[in-house]
């Protein structure tokens, strides 16, 4: 098994890292018993860094320093002991190819879980409630996350809308303007187009909410607020399978989020949904 595997503190942003933070992830991951007694002097001797380096490796990372570093991993290696992630294979039977999936979204939840910036989905929830409209953009697999965001986030009474073509969204971020917030889904946050359409957004006045699985990637680099979720995938194609869930289920947090702030409008417009729809069923 893949030792980063092992580490969803590291697997998202490693790519993208200073060969300076790969070195102390690289010595992180092989001696993942040792550096638990570690001090900052020692691992930065160790890696060959300064222990400036080593503090700032831990802040980019969200943490404090190298104590709550040290927590978050001690977390992931426990959870990881004797875990291994095969890849499929065309002669997998149906169970095996739905346990695999499962577990690895079931994997990618709990990773998220620890992951996720709490204080950023309530600075997200502020953002949107003050929103004069919502764009959401993405394109693929993460479309189908945008499109869920608009369909619920409508529950709110707010001005949101969903695109995927290129030329639309082209289009809406040239016309945004302040207070127009722009929620862009990708997994890796690489696409052209989307980047494109993001910060002619940006040039506007827009605020930019990312929701990916790639937090050092040049979608993020350009977000005002980073939503990051990672998905454990399996190997048989490149389709992110789990990621897609992982992202609509942290939209579904930044929803509950929204819908605790404003819990009266909240109800009053879901009572209003239910009146309309109830008459379209069949008696």
């Not at 490693?14 to 900052?40: F, L, N, P, Q, S």
């Not at 190819?97 to 079931?106: Q, V």
């Not at 697999?141 to 001005?159: H, K, M, P, W, Y």
């Not at 490149?238 to 897609?244: Q, V």
């Amino acid at each position: 098994m893949d030792r980063l595997s092992r580490f969803p503190l590291f697997r998202s942003a490693y790519k993208t890292m200073t060969r300076t933070e790969k070195r102390i992830v690289d010595y992180i991951i092989t001696h993942d018993k040792e550096i638990m007694t570690e001090t900052i002097a020692e691992l930065a001797s160790h890696t060959k860094s300064s222990e400036i380096s080593v503090s700032r490796f831990c802040k980019k990372l969200g943490f404090s320093g190298l104590q709550s570093l040290k927590i978050a991993l001690a977390s992931d290696m426990a959870q990881s002991e004797g875990v291994v992630f095969p890849a499929l294979i065309a002669e997998d039977t149906t169970q095996t190819i739905a346990t695999r999936i499962f577990k690895n979204i079931s994997d990618g939840l709990q990773d998220t879980l620890k992951l996720l910036d709490f204080q950023a989905i309530d600075q997200s929830a502020d953002l949107l409630l003050k929103a004069r409209q919502i764009l959401v953009f993405g394109f693929g697999n993460s479309a189908t996350v945008c499109q869920d965001i608009e369909t619920r986030f409508l529950r709110f009474g707010l001005s949101i809308h969903a695109y995927e073509d290129a030329h639309m969204q082209f289009t809406t971020a040239a016309l945004a303007k302040q207070n127009d917030v722009v929620i862009a889904v990708s997994h890796r946050g690489t696409t052209r187009e989307l980047l494109d359409s993001v910060k002619i957004a940006k040039k506007n006045g827009a605020s930019l909410i990312a929701i990916t699985s790639y937090i050092h990637s040049p979608l993020a680099e350009l977000a005002d607020i980073v939503l990051s979720g990672m998905g454990r995938e399996v190997r048989f194609c490149s389709e992110a399978i789990s990621s897609r869930l992982i992202h609509m289920a942290i939209s579904d947090v930044l929803y509950m989020r929204l819908a605790m702030r404003i819990p009266d409008l909240y109800e009053k417009n879901m009572q209003k949904m239910r009146e309309a729809i109830i008459k379209k069923r069949v008696p």
